[in-house]
């Protein structure tokens, strides 16, 4: 049995772990897939580097409004994609190269599983051990049990990008954040897209007011179908597939519908690889969503306690499934792990998330349902103000009819409790609510105590705060409400 200082499984942010910090100690990065995790390989990253040029070509074709004649010539798929991974496939190689030529690094490219606490075994059958090992290996796509789910022309967000052409037909099965991304990438890029769904909204964890606007928005670029459940994937002619559907709806179990397809692509959610790395073997707890159980130190639980030496971060234990939230748990277990005596915990107060669709959506905080419930059940009441893009003044120069953004805030105090954005750049947009609620600045001091650039399109939240039924200026007491969190 090999035996190490730490054991790290998986090589997307919990390889950020390793700074000069971790140089006198003997190192094991294990990972059986591509080196560097899911954002930098399959997610995020290729992803929005596809979304980029989609947008570009959205906005060509609806430029006509605006008085000016572009037309969409042209794509070049094979080009966009070898771009795209000709810097990611390097970047991923560099990695595993620098990790390798590290005196005190070993690289095992290997799957493994756990056999006991802090124990391993690896695919070819090598056991391996340590005083502290980090859990880090993500997670995966779920695919339905249906017929033809092994299909060559069904895809999840891991291969669908490397196809050969840009295909002429595509059924999108899901309504999440990956599901939306796609659909707006191939359909824009000139793909007829099809975007089947089983639930009857779409971006059902959103604030319902952004997932009805964006419903209505995708449905002018392509087809929704709400409301039905995949059945199976059939092989056609000339390589082409056919999918199958459901309707749901009890009253009406017989309706079906059938699309013929060039790609179908299964975005159905993913799972955490809890299971494929068998860790219940290892002694620790497994959530009832499948999530590796942990403090808020990124502790790994055993009995509901935390398991000495063995922490865990991103995907195979945060429900969050977010980059910017696996590497803020990545710097708490690299603090942790030479800091015994003094643990720090990670922030999961303010995530914000986005989807990079058309049009793009930014969200932090609650929703105004769960800000609502959030008063009645602490005594006291919320303000909510909805701003729509077309209402500013850069908002007037795009013509927009799309974008909006609504804020959320407690109205005796201003705090700040959720903000949910639809519209141009989105993504950015949010972050400054992010940065006033994570520092407790108020809706008011927000609104008035700065220079908002006119006529930008950041004016947009600005004049959401104003229209806040808040205080002008109320500075919080953040100790006195980190009870009432």
């Not at 074709?61 to 798929?77: H, I, M, S, T």
């Not at 953004?405 to 903000?419: N, S």
């Amino acid at each position: 049995m090999r035996t190490f200082d730490l054991i790290i499984i998986g090589s997307g942010s919990g390889n950020s772990i390793l700074t000069e910090d971790y140089e006198g100690l003997d190192v094991a990065i294990v990972d059986g897939g591509t080196f560097g995790g899911t954002c930098l390989n399959v997610g995020c990253i290729p992803t929005k580097m596809y979304a980029y040029p989609a947008t570009l070509a959205r906005h060509a074709v609806e430029a006509g409004r605006l008085g000016v004649d572009a037309q969409l010539a042209g794509v070049d798929w094979r080009g966009m994609r070898d771009r795209i991974f000709g810097r990611i496939d390097a970047i991923s190689h560099g990695g595993l190269e620098y990790r390798k030529s590290l005196p005190n690094v070993t690289v095992v490219e290997e799957r493994v599983r756990f056999t006991g606490p802090r124990t391993l075994r690896t695919a070819s059958g090598d056991e391996l051990t340590a005083r502290q090992v980090v859990v880090a290996a993500g997670s995966r796509p779920v695919l339905p049990e249906v017929p033809g789910i092994d299909l060559p022309q069904v895809h999840t967000s891991d291969t669908v990008m490397r196809l050969e052409e840009l295909p002429r037909r595509v059924v999108v099965v899901g309504g999440g954040y990956i599901g939306a991304e796609f659909a707006h990438v191939f359909s824009s890029l000139g793909a007829k897209v099809t975007q089947v769904n089983r639930s009857h909204r779409i971006l059902r964890y959103h604030d319902p007011e952004i997932a009805e606007r964006f419903a209505r928005e995708a449905s002018r670029q392509w087809k929704l179908e709400m409301g039905w459940t995949l059945t199976g994937v059939e092989p056609a002619a000339d390589g082409e597939a056919a999918v199958s559907a459901t309707f749901c709806d009890p009253e009406d179990p017989e309706q079906t519908m059938r699309l013929p397809a060039d790609v179908v692509l299964v975005a159905t959610g993913r799972r955490p690889n809890t299971d494929v790395l068998d860790v219940a073997a290892g002694g620790l707890d497994v959530r009832e969503d499948g999530l590796l159980a942990v403090d808020e130190q990124q502790r790994a639980l055993s009995g509901g306690r935390p398991a000495e030496g063995v922490w865990a971060l991103g995907d195979i234990s945060s429900p969050y499934q977010l980059k910017h939230v696996a590497n803020a748990e990545a710097r708490t277990v690299q603090h942790n792990l030479l800091h015994p005596g003094d643990l720090r915990a990670t922030d999961h107060r303010f995530v914000p998330s986005a989807v990079f669709t058309s049009p793009q959506i930014a969200s932090v905080g609650m929703t105004q349902e769960e800000a609502e419930d959030w008063a009645l059940a602490h005594g006291t009441e919320v303000t909510v103000k909805v701003q729509e893009y077309g209402a500013t003044a850069y908002g007037w120069a795009m013509e927009d009819r799309t974008g909006l953004c609504k804020i959320i805030a407690e109205k005796g105090t201003g705090r700040l409790l959720g903000a949910h954005l639809i519209g141009e750049e989105a993504s950015v947009l949010i972050q400054p609510i992010v940065q006033a609620m994570s520092f407790g600045l108020d809706a008011g001091s927000m609104a008035r105590g700065q220079y908002w650039i006119h006529p930008a399109l950041s004016e947009v939240v600005e004049n959401a705060l104003l229209g806040l039924e808040v205080p002008e200026h109320s500075p919080l007491d953040a100790a006195a409400l980190a009870g009432r969190r």
